[in-house]
């Protein structure tokens, strides 16, 4: 059997398994907010994932609890009835101890499986439940830093020694223009992508005009210091509303007291002027873009700008998400798979927007140019920036 | 001054009077939800916008009430303060004959200053000002309607003999083949537009088809008898959270005993086998596209498809508002206008789908190819429904 | 048939429409919150408790409408389903002329019928029924000053001319001893009593002091200059759960700007000091008598107060309702009566206080020294204020 | 120092610690609702409150850690903000064994100053604490069940083996009775009471009875099996409505499904028809009680009846607390303490009924005849029952 398979299964299960170590049982238990799952719910799932999709694929029926099955399927109506999203917090017994064996037990079983061989519908499963880890692996650490901030004492889940050091990001005013036209955007089928990456197509652009670097925190201060939380004429009506109800005056975690802080991994942290503005929501991206005099790129435009010609990329990206001007929305001809991996993307395409990239809690080579994220327009518990985009001259 | 602006001026605002005339007082002031507006204050706000862009523009400050300018006032952030949308229905004083007098005041002061003569940006004002009624007349039949079917007894607005007869609509299973291609969509900019309509710019698109008819009551009635609103595999996420959360069954206003009946302008009707299906979410457009084994055109799709090159338009529309697969979203280059006219469409580009064609409820002449309308996908108040589509033939 | 019945017949149904005069229909429909009615469903329930109670029982089956008994009937869990209590602003139909011309036909139905004259037991329902409709007497003018409140430019009910002068009221700070012991309190039957009255029963009081005047306008300004509503310690814990939630800072319907001003049933007025204050809630009044180094009264030291001895009454009442420190609850060997009427007070007796007095809202002659009005703890649209008590010298 | 209370110091401090033994870290994390609080708050609030009120007394500012200040005060205003109380299960840090080590070392000072003497004052906090901490027992155990009933799986906090016996229950409908007149109730001084059950003081009561043994389960599945839960006659307006909103069709627990089930510290059990009813609230004891064509006594009819004469007292208690129908108020002349300890009850004498008796999860000689213990009417997850009283011949 494919070793390489073999070896990054061990590898991406490990690794989760390597983030939950920081942590106490009582840390992995709680759910502080409906749209957050509990640390241990999430070793639970990605494992009830392999053995929904593989196991009792591959024997037709293993052994699986029923309690397991109600428990840890997370969306899946073709699975069956579900314990409540918002309810994942109240459940204590499988214990921690029981998850992590309830891991290895079908590690195991895996193993055993891929170690005889399986055909090739087999092991693309095993690929998807590979980057579905990884995708709770970048909602382990999101969850636990909003769970962990809602402690009034900032306890930190790593030391600040550990934070890995931020590269100096390119300018966010720096624009580079781009001609726009007949261009190609989606997987082109080398590799592993999710199903919403799918099918490539051809899209119309206009002249467009994008960013080198990300929006950051200095920036960011610009815009609340100059009244852009106040300023009901920069938002969106619905982001206006939000900003209202929810009282928003910064990103998410930021406390302004004595200067800017911000409550992360490592506790509460001084804001750094130079790092990437992140946590904020989609319509405070656009706010900010409005308040800037620009606007947010598409999800096409910035595909095209980043993968353009023959010239190597002028952006670098992967410190925070960037949330695009894009609904998500499903590409031309996409077609939704049979069966509950049907449901894996198709049916979130309503109502969120897409953003593109990747962060600093995003898995390595977790993400790649085609790869669409989305999220709700309110939400920002996760690494969440943006980069500015503007219209070009004007073609006709 | 343009004797066809003073003409159309009276006509469209005694069209507004004319739909208020079978109501009393009360009928006119209550409110049932957030979402709909009382009929009195449609009267009083489509004036009030005569008043604010209009008048006190020409005027320099038109001697216009504080409490009108706050209680009429429906968004406009650039305008000021407002009440509250959802507590509109508790305002009596003014009361309706008040807003009578409110309207007459105002006409005359237009009309005397249309008759003297004013420049091109006042004409425009005043034309924005007549589709802003018209599409005030449309919602308030539906709030009306709203408002009526809260009571259980089934109060009727006007007699059934005075239903228009409504023509033998096309069927909806024969679809209709269009070859796609780089196309240009948007208006042309000869006659009216709304912002949101421009500007003219060029779409890709993939080969499709599209329905000549849209659904029908009938359509829908076997949707439901095989379980349409039961089967969470049809829906998308945010809309089977809706069909539990709400309980639908069927769409608004149906009422399922002893036949299917529906609260109407009417009173209480039976259903029509043969009449477009309305008064559904785009989650029920959706989910029927889906179990129907199509799926929503795109406004691009639309739009090209009904206004399609030579040959006379295959399609016939404006029975029922027809929800597509496209988020409202801003045209490439977009741009808001200055002040607070600006605020009209912009700042709702969020979380909506835009609606093509037009309803029984829309005044003649008001809507065109062009025409967006845009709602939540929850939201069934309106005059909604589908045209279903399909991909056409592979290209590749 | 009982000339006196039939005159008081006319009398208070003639005052429940002098109430409503100054109003239109758009007034008399609307209803702002769960708790107040619209002023034409209290002209319509009130007619419909002497069709139920009187022309049904009289006729065995008068010909009622179902809607109308629907509609109308506020909380008969014994006569059927009803209109929900928040719901009755949304009824339009029947309007204000209708509902007018149904209690035509009511009062001449009930005037025929007594003319020819109705045993004892139908007389009680008459004499019950007008009872009833001046506690909705009151009521109907809360609720309309609640109403009115909603609107930010202060409507008046009634020019400021026609408000009753308020007689200097007695001093809130002067306190008359009572020396307690066994002491009957509750109805003795002489006239009518409504059930929750009786039985007329013994209870055993402490010493207590009662004070001779209620609190004032300018006692309560003292209390919020001196922080009452911003100290936890002064209040009971449901109480400050509710100041916080509701951010209360004073009486309802008080506007502090430029001084102390009220909404009243005159518009905006400013505060006078010597006036009692009102509307508040119990858990104000209670805290209230704590900053004062007092208590409330509880309900038998307040009747046995006004009742006492031999010597003319040292007390007035009538100006506010008076929390006391009771909750309502059954007197001892209270009977809840057979049918329908049984469901006039008894089903209340949990969660409420008991308030003795009456208001200047209070129709003349309708409340007694035996009267116990209720409502929760946390309601304010009544007229209602308070009175100190504190504990007497001890007699052990 | 009193050896005594060192010794019950160490043995109520050691109970609480033994019902945690059974619990993970995750079971004593969670909070399910508002009303309950996590099993390691209990043991770290307990602690609390030696620290705050015997040990920072004694040293005029012990050394305390402002984040226990903060997070383990339940409600004292006196002593500052605190946690929110819904938001106790949130908190993971401090985790279990911290707070264990918390306990330890506080007890470890109580201890060491117990051991030099204190004052009669401190001794009487320490007193104050202990009965306290019997409370919080009480509270541990029903909110553990709690927790672990949001668990569709049943699990047991203990094994079944481990239920104690229940002994035959008296007859709930063999009623006893007694004469009434002038009657003294509350506490008479005699070794420890809470502030609420002074001053002992006279109250009158009419003749009455009251049942020889608690409504049992098979009693109340006879009032499910009428119909109790769907007529609307036998409730309280508040009952009713909560009965339609929450859905209640039999007691907290109970699963009807192959005969009777209810959710239990030792996992799903079958109901015991003979034994005491529990997890019902005031609405519904009040419901049965119409049913059964009796009422609830009120605390003084209990009281009396339990204490009465010279005659061995005819009833047995403390299988569950029994709901009477007096709302909790302060008796005459109860005066709360000063100082933080004057929070204790007086604060939540609004809104809540009394029980009197004792539960199968009240500590031994924790309570007593004249106990006053109070919850929501609403309220279920705490051992609640009831027993049945009747009015007496009538006396005149």
Redesign the interface.
Known sequence: MSNALIQRFLSVREQTLSLSRPL???????Q?ADFVSPG?WHLAHTTWFFEEFFLCALNNRWPQSE?YR?LFNS?Y??VGRR?AQG?R?????P??SEILRYRRTVDQAVLEALDKGVGKELQDVVELGLHHEQQHQELFLTDILY??A????F?AYRPAASRPKRPASAPSSEMIAFSGG?ERIGHDGNGFGFDNEFPR??????PFQLARGVVANGDWIRFIEDGGYRN??L??????KTVQAEQWQAPLYWIIRDGYHSMTLEGLQAVVPEAPVAHIS??EA?AFARWAGKRLPTEAEWETAITCGDSPTPFSYGEVWEWT???Y??Y??FKIRPGAIG?YNG?????QYVLRGGSSATPPGHSRPTYRNFFY?HQRWQFTGLRLAA?GP?AD
């Not at 106490?24 to 709680?30: F, N």
């Not at 809602?150 to 004492?153: I, S, Y």
Request: hydrophobic letters at 40%; charged letters at 20%; a negative charge.
């Open positions: 106490s049982e009582a840390d992995m238990t709680v502080a241990s309690p109600f969306y109506e073709n314990q309810k917090g109240l459940i204590t017994r214990g921690l769970n962990l809602q402690n009034p004492f306890p007949l197509h051809w899209v119309y652009l206009e009901p004429l938002w969106l009506a619905d982001g206006w989609y319509f656009d001007a894009s609904p929305a499903p031309p001809r449901e049916k979130f395409m309503c109502g327009p219209d004007d």
